[in-house]
């Protein structure tokens, strides 16, 4: 009964078991890139609370692309 409620008979799709494996890996990846973005976020608001906000955002290689116009 309670394999017809979830909708097949038999064992577990290996398609299903390995997307669950790529969001895993995804979420750690995320959390990941969220510790360095707080670590750094946090060394920033130091910097500024002493006054060297100039000379660490200068030390720091930001990658930021140019601007593009919005579409309308």
Do not use: C, F, W
């Amino acid at each position: 009964m309670a394999k017809a409620l979830l909708g097949y008979v038999g064992g577990t799709d290996p398609r299903l078991l390995a997307e669950m494996r790529r969001l895993q890996q995804r979420v750690q990846d995320l959390e990941s890139e969220l510790v360095r973005i707080q670590s750094e976020n946090e060394s920033l608001q130091a910097a500024a609370k002493h006054g060297e906000s100039s000379s660490l955002l200068n030390s720091i290689d930001i990658d930021v692309p140019k601007a593009e116009p919005a579409l309308t």
